[in-house]
Every structure is written in structure tokens, then in C-alpha cells.
């Protein structure tokens, strides 16, 4: 696959030494980077024993009228051996701003490469004058099947596909509509709400994990920083103030931010922490307002729920909203409380411009897929991980699910038990005709767990 040459690197060339730029013109990799059209080349670092490219990627802003406009997508190449297997990684949202060199569980076990691609309308990877309704999972999956297709003739061997979270969903779609691209799918803690309003799987998960003293203690918190509503949304609207955050775009006011951080709160200490984090919960009957305030503020992060931090998600809510679905609690044991019966919808986060009626197609669709036709599809769940509670289930075509003992949302296969670990990680091993499992060094790329930490993000 060979491409234009960048113009970045082609004002380079122009200021380097003859010698330097006959070594640079002779690079086979970047000749064969320069020949696939729309790919430009934006930076390069190197690291032992591997090639760092950040690039981006001409795509059409709709694939069904692909002359109507264009975008930059964005993709980072991690290169290691052009005989190696490449790993796909579809995160479902934006990469890091300035890209970094990291690597997925499957690239470590299997010495890959990896082409990591960001989702579109994620931005910078948006375009210009943006049609909302070209975000959809069909349009993404053809976003990647072209980029899969470009970079199979610089790649000839075997490809893995993997991603977590929204990011595994994502995976999961790709293989959906374009089964053939690559050879396997590694799907970490993707949830799969087939008919969104029957959620009732959600509560009996919440009904269930863990122990019954750390349930009650969460729900008992939870319902009491609602009855101090009077004391706490003041400190929200300061904190925001102070911050310079605003409420009226999305969620409406620090009153509605207010409610939903604290409906969010249990979701949030099973998404992030583990059972042994129970002792840290405030006795809700005699926790200070500091006390309450600053754990829902750890475990949640007040200010999530403002204009400013909803922006970078409004493509997760967009699809939520329109197709993917979101999870929908009872919580009955807040009965009484709430101002808002309705305010826990994907719609709430979003401005009113991009709110979309739901339609349940796409995602029958995609389980009925899954359950019946895929094939080479492994999903990793954690035992307490509330997005595990609808888990797509595939077929037993050379397909398994496998589940991490006492894990949250950061499930992996090095999580799973030894027996499950080792039957995952020979069966990707063998998907990707890789004989035996790397060896990592302590030099080599750090490991990237795939999540999206919105209580990280909130606090850049």
C-alpha cells in the first residue's frame, strides 16, 4: 500500500543532509506509509524495538454519498514487524491529544503491531460542517473496514480486532457488518442492551453484587445526600462557579447536575472499584456533609454532569440516544426523593439540538448477529462490573465469554482465572497464528487498559 508522500515530511527531507535524506527517502515503511491515498503521515517517535506514527486518515462523512465531504480521521500506528499481526484497536471514543506510544492486552501477548483509529465525530476526527445523523455503528464499522482494507497491503498476516467498554461494542459492530476484515475479536466488558427499555438485568445486578452490608451502606448514602439536597446543591453551583462551569446547554441547572452525580454514584464505585473499597463508604446516618459531598465527589465527580465535561461525550450520548441504548434503574429505594423521575436518560447529557428519538433496530439486530452467525469472538466481563449485566453471547463458533472473579470495569484476560486465562489467550494466540506468548521487557510500550476514566478526564 503506497501513498503520497507528506507534506511533512517532504519539507523535512528539503532542510536534511544528503546522507540523512537518502536514508529517509529509502525507508521501505514510510514508502509504503506515503502510497496509501488520504493517509498523511503527522509525527514519528522511536522507541526499542518499535516505530511510532501518528496520522490521520481522508474518510467520507457518509459512506452512502461519499463525494458529499470528507474528514481527517485520526489513527496511531504502534509498528514492530511488517510479518507480525496487527491488532485493530477501536477505543469508541477520542484518542489522547498528543498520542503517546501504549499497547492493548492482545498487542503485549502477541508482540503486535497495533493501528489504533479514533471514533468519528469525536474531535478532532469531526467534520467541519457535521451532519449528526451520519453517527451511526454502520457508518464507523465502514470508517474502519476502509482503513482495515488500506493497511492490508502494508500488512499481510493475521489481524485481531480488540477494544473495551464502548470500545468493544465498537468491535463488536465492525465484525457485524464487515465479518471478513479481520480474523478475531477480543470484546473486553462491552455491554450489549438489546431492547433498551428492558433493563431489569441492571437491578437485579444491583440487587445482588457484592455483599448485602456494603449494598445497604451505598443506598443508604445515596438516598441521604438526597435528603440534604437543601445543603449540597450550594456547593455544587460554588464549585462549579469557581470552576467556571455552566449547567444551561445539557443538564439544565446544579440542582438536575446535582441529582443525576448522586444517581450515578453506586454505578460508578462498582464501575471503578472493587468490593474491598466498601469500607471507604460513609455510615450515612452519622457522615458529615464534608464527608458525604467528598465521597460521591471520588467515586463520581460532581462536576461531570456540566456543560464543559459533557462536550467531549456528546458523541457517546448521541449514539446512546439514538441507537446504542443506556441503562435505565428503578431505584426504589430512592422513592420520594427525586425531583426528576425522567432525568436519567441519555438525552439529559446533550444538548437539545443533538437529543434523537431512540431506535431499537440496530442493536436486535447486532445481538440476533451475534448470537447466531459470528464466529472467532471472545468477550472478557468483570464479576462486579455494572455494564456487564447485558453481555452479548455468541455463537459457539469457535467463540467464548469469559468472566474475571471480583473484577470491575478494568476486566481483562490477566484478571480471568488461571484455567480461563489460559484458554483465552491460546485461542487469540491461535486466531493470530502467534506459536508462543511474548516475553515483555521493562522497556517496552506501557500497557493501556482502554477505559475512558471520566472522573480522570473531569479533573484535567
Given at each position: 500500500?503506497?501513498?503520497?508522500?507528506?507534506?511533512?515530511?517532504?519539507?523535512?527531507?528539503?532542510?536534511?543532509?544528503?546522507?540523512?535524506?537518502?536514508?529517509?527517502?529509502?525507508?521501505?515503511?514510510?514508502?509504503?506509509?506515503?502510497?496509501?491515498?488520504?493517509?498523511?503521515?503527522?509525527?514519528?517517535?522511536?522507541?526499542?524495538?518499535?516505530?511510532?506514527f501518528?496520522?490521520?486518515?481522508?474518510?467520507?462523512?457518509?459512506?452512502?454519498?461519499?463525494?458529499?465531504?470528507?474528514?481527517?480521521?485520526?489513527?496511531?500506528?504502534?509498528?514492530?514487524?511488517?510479518?507480525?499481526?496487527?491488532?485493530?484497536?477501536?477505543?469508541?471514543?477520542?484518542?489522547?491529544?498528543?498520542?503517546?506510544?501504549?499497547?492493548?492486552e492482545?498487542?503485549?501477548?502477541?508482540?503486535?503491531?497495533?493501528?489504533?483509529?479514533?471514533?468519528?465525530?469525536?474531535?478532532?476526527?469531526?467534520?467541519?460542517?457535521?451532519?449528526?445523523?451520519?453517527?451511526?455503528?454502520?457508518?464507523?464499522?465502514?470508517?474502519?473496514?476502509?482503513?482495515v482494507?488500506?493497511?492490508?497491503?502494508?500488512?499481510?498476516?493475521?489481524?485481531?480486532?480488540?477494544?473495551?467498554?464502548?470500545?468493544g461494542m465498537?468491535?463488536?459492530?465492525?465484525?457485524?457488518?464487515?465479518?471478513?476484515?479481520?480474523?478475531?475479536?477480543?470484546?473486553?466488558?462491552?455491554?450489549?442492551?438489546?431492547?433498551?427499555?428492558?433493563?431489569?438485568?441492571?437491578?437485579?445486578?444491583?440487587?445482588?453484587?457484592?455483599?448485602?452490608?456494603?449494598?445497604?451502606?451505598?443506598?443508604?448514602?445515596?438516598?441521604?445526600?438526597?435528603?440534604?439536597?437543601?445543603?449540597?446543591?450550594?456547593?455544587?453551583?460554588?464549585?462549579?462557579?469557581a470552576?467556571?462551569?455552566?449547567?444551561?446547554?445539557?443538564?439544565?441547572?446544579?440542582?438536575?447536575?446535582?441529582?443525576?452525580?448522586?444517581?450515578?454514584?453506586?454505578?460508578?464505585?462498582?464501575?471503578?472499584?472493587l468490593?474491598?473499597?466498601?469500607?471507604?463508604?460513609?455510615?450515612?446516618?452519622?457522615?458529615?456533609?464534608?464527608?458525604?459531598?467528598?465521597?460521591?465527589?471520588?467515586?463520581?465527580?460532581?462536576?461531570?454532569?456540566?456543560?464543559?465535561?459533557?462536550?467531549?461525550?456528546?458523541?457517546?450520548?448521541?449514539?446512546a440516544?439514538s441507537?446504542?441504548?443506556?441503562?435505565?434503574?428503578?431505584?426504589?429505594?430512592?422513592?420520594?426523593?427525586?425531583?426528576?423521575?425522567?432525568?436519567?436518560?441519555?438525552?439529559?447529557?446533550?444538548?437539545?439540538?443533538l437529543?434523537?428519538?431512540?431506535?431499537?433496530?440496530?442493536?436486535?439486530?447486532?445481538?440476533?448477529?451475534?448470537?447466531?452467525?459470528?464466529?472467532?469472538?471472545?468477550?472478557?466481563?468483570?464479576?462486579?462490573?455494572?455494564?456487564?449485566?447485558e453481555?452479548?453471547?455468541?455463537?459457539?463458533?469457535d467463540?467464548?465469554?469469559?468472566?474475571?472473579?471480583?473484577?470491575?470495569?478494568?476486566?481483562?484476560?490477566?484478571?480471568?482465572?488461571?484455567?480461563?486465562?489460559a484458554?483465552?489467550?491460546?485461542?487469540?494466540?491461535?486466531?493470530?497464528?502467534?506459536?508462543?506468548?511474548?516475553?515483555?521487557?521493562?522497556?517496552?510500550?506501557?500497557?493501556?487498559?482502554?477505559?475512558?476514566?471520566?472522573?480522570?478526564?473531569?479533573?484535567?
Amino acid at each position: 500500500m503506497r501513498l503520497r508522500i507528506v507534506a511533512v515530511l517532504c519539507s523535512l527531507l528539503v532542510t536534511l543532509s544528503p546522507a540523512a535524506a537518502a536514508r529517509a527517502a529509502a525507508d521501505p515503511l514510510l514508502d509504503q506509509l506515503a502510497a496509501v491515498p488520504g493517509l498523511t503521515v503527522v509525527s514519528e517517535t522511536q522507541g526499542t524495538g518499535y516505530r511510532f506514527f501518528v496520522m490521520t486518515y481522508r474518510q467520507p462523512a457518509d459512506h452512502r454519498h461519499p463525494r458529499a465531504g470528507t474528514f481527517e480521521q485520526r489513527l496511531t500506528l504502534l509498528h514492530r514487524s511488517e510479518a507480525g499481526p496487527v491488532v485493530l484497536y477501536t477505543n469508541g471514543y477520542g484518542l489522547a491529544a498528543s498520542p503517546r506510544p501504549t499497547q492493548t492486552e492482545p498487542t503485549a501477548l502477541l508482540n503486535a503491531n497495533q493501528l489504533s483509529v479514533e471514533h468519528r465525530f469525536f474531535t478532532p476526527s469531526r467534520p467541519a460542517e457535521a451532519d449528526w445523523s451520519d453517527l451511526t455503528i454502520w457508518q464507523e464499522a465502514t470508517d474502519e473496514h476502509r482503513i482495515v482494507s488500506a493497511f492490508k497491503s502494508v500488512y499481510d498476516g493475521r489481524w485481531i480486532q480488540t477494544g473495551a467498554s464502548k470500545g468493544g461494542m465498537t468491535s463488536v459492530y465492525h465484525r457485524r457488518f464487515y465479518p471478513n476484515d479481520v480474523d478475531g475479536v477480543v470484546a473486553y466488558v462491552a455491554p450489549n442492551d438489546v431492547v433498551n427499555p428492558a433493563d431489569r438485568a441492571y437491578d437485579r445486578f444491583f440487587d445482588t453484587v457484592g455483599t448485602a452490608e456494603c449494598r445497604t451502606a451505598l443506598d443508604d448514602v445515596q438516598a441521604e445526600a438526597l435528603r440534604r439536597r437543601d445543603r449540597l446543591v450550594p456547593r455544587v453551583a460554588a464549585d462549579a462557579a469557581a470552576q467556571g462551569r455552566t449547567f444551561e446547554r445539557t443538564i439544565g441547572t446544579a440542582d438536575r447536575s446535582f441529582e443525576m452525580t448522586v444517581l450515578d454514584a453506586v454505578w460508578a464505585f462498582w464501575q471503578y472499584s472493587l468490593e474491598a473499597d466498601c469500607a471507604s463508604v460513609p455510615v450515612a446516618a452519622t457522615a458529615t456533609d464534608d464527608e458525604i459531598y467528598g465521597w460521591i465527589d471520588t467515586v463520581a465527580g460532581w462536576m461531570f454532569y456540566t456543560d464543559q465535561s459533557l462536550e467531549y461525550y456528546f458523541p457517546y450520548y448521541f449514539q446512546a440516544a439514538s441507537q446504542l441504548g443506556w441503562p435505565s434503574l428503578k431505584f426504589e429505594h430512592l422513592r420520594g426523593l427525586r425531583e426528576y423521575p425522567g432525568l436519567y436518560t441519555a438525552n439529559s447529557s446533550l444538548p437539545a439540538e443533538l437529543r434523537r428519538h431512540h431506535n431499537p433496530l440496530p442493536m436486535v439486530d447486532v445481538d440476533f448477529w451475534v448470537r447466531t452467525a459470528s464466529q472467532r469472538m471472545l468477550f472478557v466481563y468483570g464479576e462486579n462490573d455494572p455494564w456487564g449485566a447485558e453481555q452479548f453471547t455468541p455463537s459457539r463458533r469457535d467463540s467464548a465469554v469469559f468472566t474475571a472473579p471480583g473484577a470491575n470495569h478494568g476486566a481483562n484476560i490477566s484478571r480471568l482465572n488461571p484455567a480461563d486465562n489460559a484458554a483465552a489467550t491460546a485461542m487469540l494466540r491461535r486466531w493470530a497464528d502467534v506459536p508462543a506468548v511474548a516475553t515483555l521487557s521493562a522497556s517496552d510500550v506501557p500497557l493501556d487498559d482502554m477505559l475512558t476514566d471520566r472522573r480522570r478526564l473531569d479533573r484535567k
